[in-house]
């Protein structure tokens, strides 16, 4: 076998990866996002009508719109594109926002539905955002190693733990004055 016939093995075979995953995989992502993010918004638009709260409602409007922005952005908007915007802008101030149209509304079920939907919204974007595509590959890699050695830790001082007060125990039931009764009872 050729180094050039090698070459272009590799070539192919990372054009079929590439394809398979920027054209199936990527755009599927895209979809069960997009999708959640409707569920969400029609959850709030069914709570809306049940409840007969008017649809002209500004921070219900607000809201709506946040939705449908992080639709239409989801084409466009990566980790690291988000991250860049972020760094960039840190320091702009919109002159409104979702989140400041439904706090100023007074307690209610319409502005607890609004905070609920606000949040489930933000955890979908995250998740989008970090946790799919070849980003969220490599972040889930770094969270499993960080949480196997958390978990490692905790388990080993769990063991010290145990240790301490077994030990604690023994010396206890090593002790010359105690009678077999009392040496029982500490053994419960």
Same mark, same amino acid.
């Given at each position: 076998?050729?180094? !050039? ?8 075979? *990372?054009?079929?990866?590439? %394809?398979?995953?920027? !054209? $199936? ?6 979809? /069960?996002?997009?999708?959640? /993010?409707?569920m969400i918004r029609d959850d709030l638009f069914d709570f809306m009508w049940k409840n007969g709260y008017d %649809?002209?409602? #500004? ?7 946040? *939705?449908?922005?992080?639709?239409? *952005? @989801?084409?466009? $908007?990566? #980790? %690291? ?18 989140? =400041? @149209?439904?706090?100023? +509304? ?5 502005? =607890?539905?609004?905070?609920? /939907?606000?949040?489930?919204?933000q955890v979908e974007w995250l998740k989008f955002l970090f946790l799919t595509g070849i980003s969220g590959l490599? *972040?889930?890699?770094?969270? +499993? ?9 905790? $388990? ?17 039931? !090593?002790?010359?004055? +105690? ?6 009872? +500490?053994?419960?």
């Amino acid at each position: 076998m050729t180094e !050039g016939y090698a070459l272009s093995q590799c070539m192919i075979s *990372l054009f079929i990866i590439t %394809f398979i995953w920027r !054209g $199936l995989i990527a755009r599927q992502q895209k979809e /069960v996002f997009r999708s959640k /993010v409707r569920m969400i918004r029609d959850d709030l638009f069914d709570f809306m009508w049940k409840n007969g709260y008017d %649809f002209t409602e #500004p921070a219900y409007c607000d809201m709506r719109q946040t *939705l449908n922005g992080m639709i239409r *952005l @989801s084409n466009i $908007l990566g #980790p %690291f594109e988000f991250i860049a915007i972020t760094v960039r802008f840190r320091d702009y101030q919109a002159s409104t926002s979702t989140r =400041s @149209s439904f706090e100023s +509304l007074e307690d209610s079920p319409l502005k =607890s539905k609004l905070e609920k /939907v606000f949040n489930e919204a933000q955890v979908e974007w995250l998740k989008f955002l970090f946790l799919t595509g070849i980003s969220g590959l490599f *972040l889930r890699s770094i969270f +499993l190693v960080f949480g196997t050695i958390g978990y490692v830790i905790r $388990l080993k001082q769990s063991f010290r733990d145990k240790t301490k007060s077994f030990l604690d125990q023994a010396y206890e039931f !090593g002790a010359p004055q +105690l009678s077999q009764s009392q040496r029982s009872t +500490l053994l419960r």
